[in-house]
């Protein structure tokens, strides 16, 4: 069965340190993948996609960018962390039906 | 850009009391789903519809898709404590590339004993 996992599961993080998120899904080959955010209470922003290794398209201009080394890893990093960038951030990967989400990282920037 | 509105932001129930969240696209979808988040958890997949005028149930919880492709709503008969959370509409628009999700505001359900 395809599984996804996300890591680390909290982080806190100062201001202008760097970041790197990564997730990981089993089970499957070759899968869409996808990074959101979640504002506190907010719903959720679509910030990068990927089909493929090696191929990232960009939903809004960030401080963030996003990697596909691997067919079943996503990375997402920033070289330096803003305030803005707290949140919850969620890995997902697409399949026939729907959609199924990492447990995600909650980012604080202090 | 594709935007999809949700509403209410927010609704208390008494516990047995029925629950519906609408939900509406500025563009017509080709599917949406929807998904429930638990307080501290990540968004679970619920179902998908797919055809105009779909309509799907799963328990207590009836989903409608609109015959123009572009609302949908989630009712929920007999609110329990379990039914806490945020409930999610996605819609699906296709790119050529590849399907992107587009997620509503939310609705935040809180049941009162």
């Known amino acids: 069965s395809q599984t996804i996992h996300q890591w680390p599961a909290t982080l806190v993080q100062p201001v202008g340190s760097p970041l790197s998120l990564e997730c990981t899904v089993e089970?499957?080959?070759?899968?869409?993948l996808y990074w959101y955010r979640q504002a506190a209470g907010r719903g959720l922003q679509l910030l990068f996609y990927?089909?493929?290794?090696?191929?990232i398209s960009s939903e809004v201009p960030q401080n963030l960018s996003a990697s596909r080394p691997q067919d079943r890893q996503f990375i997402l990093s920033s070289k330096k962390l803003l305030l803005s960038d707290s949140g919850f951030y969620l890995c997902a990967w697409s399949w026939e039906s729907g959609y199924t989400f990492g447990s995600g990282t909650r980012l604080t920037v202090v | 850009g594709q935007q999809v509105m949700q509403i209410p932001q927010y609704q208390h129930v008494q516990e047995g009391e029925d629950f519906t969240t609408y939900c509406n696209s500025s563009t017509t979808l080709s599917n949406i789903q929807w998904y429930k988040q638990r307080p501290g958890g990540h968004p679970v997949f619920l179902i998908q519809?797919?055809?105009?005028?779909e309509v799907k149930k799963q328990k207590r919880l009836t989903f409608q898709f609109g015959e123009a492709k572009k609302n949908s709503s989630l009712h929920i008969t007999a609110t329990q404590t379990t039914d806490v959370g945020t409930y999610f509409c996605a819609g699906l628009f296709n790119t050529g590339t590849a399907s992107k999700l587009t997620f509503g505001t939310g609705t935040r359900l809180q049941v009162m004993l």
């Open positions: 089970g499957t080959s070759n899968p869409n």
């Open positions: 990927s089909v493929g290794i090696g191929q």
């Open positions: 519809l797919v055809k105009s005028g």
